[in-house]
C-alpha cells in the first residue's frame, strides 16, 4: 500500500510562485509515472501534469504549459510541481497521484491513476 503525502501549498499573491512536493511511503514508485492533478471548488478534478517513470518525458494542461513544471526525484520518492507566474484561476486543491503505468499512457484521465495524496490547499489571490 501506498501512500501519498503533499505539501507545499499556501496563499500567495498573482504574480508568485510556489513549490508542490509529493513524497510517497510504503512503495517504490520509481517504475511509474506520476501525475498532479487539481480541483477548483464547484469544479471537477482536472489534469495538471505528469512525467514517466525516468523523467525523459513530460506532459502538460494547456491552461498551464509554461508556467508550470514537474519533476521527480526517485531517490528521494518524491514528485515536485514548480508553479511559476501563478493566477488566481490557479486556486484550487493539488493532488499528485501514482499511474499504473511507467510510460505516459493515457496521462490525463484519472482513471490511469491508482494511489492518490490528500491533496494541498493553493490559494492565487488578485
Known amino acids: 500500500q501506498a501512500q501519498l503525502v503533499e505539501s507545499g501549498g499556501g496563499l500567495v499573491q498573482a504574480g508568485a510562485s510556489l513549490r508542490l512536493s509529493c513524497t510517497i511511503s510504503g512503495r517504490t514508485f520509481r517504475n511509474y509515472a506520476m501525475g498532479w492533478f487539481r480541483q477548483a471548488p464547484g469544479k471537477e478534478r482536472e489534469y495538471v501534469a505528469a512525467?514517466?517513470?525516468?523523467?525523459?518525458?513530460?506532459d502538460y494542461a494547456d491552461s498551464v504549459k509554461g508556467r508550470f513544471t514537474i519533476s521527480k526525484d526517485n531517490a528521494e520518492n518524491t514528485v515536485y510541481l514548480q508553479m511559476n507566474s501563478l493566477k488566481p484561476e490557479d486556486t484550487a486543491v493539488y493532488y499528485c497521484?501514482?499511474?499504473?503505468?511507467?510510460?505516459?499512457?493515457?496521462?490525463?484521465?484519472?482513471?490511469?491513476?491508482?494511489?492518490w495524496g490528500q491533496g494541498t490547499q493553493v490559494t492565487v489571490s488578485s
Open positions: 497521484a501514482k499511474s499504473k503505468t511507467a510510460p505516459l499512457l493515457h496521462t490525463r484521465l484519472a482513471g490511469t491513476y491508482d494511489y
Open positions: 512525467i514517466s517513470w525516468n523523467g525523459a518525458s513530460t
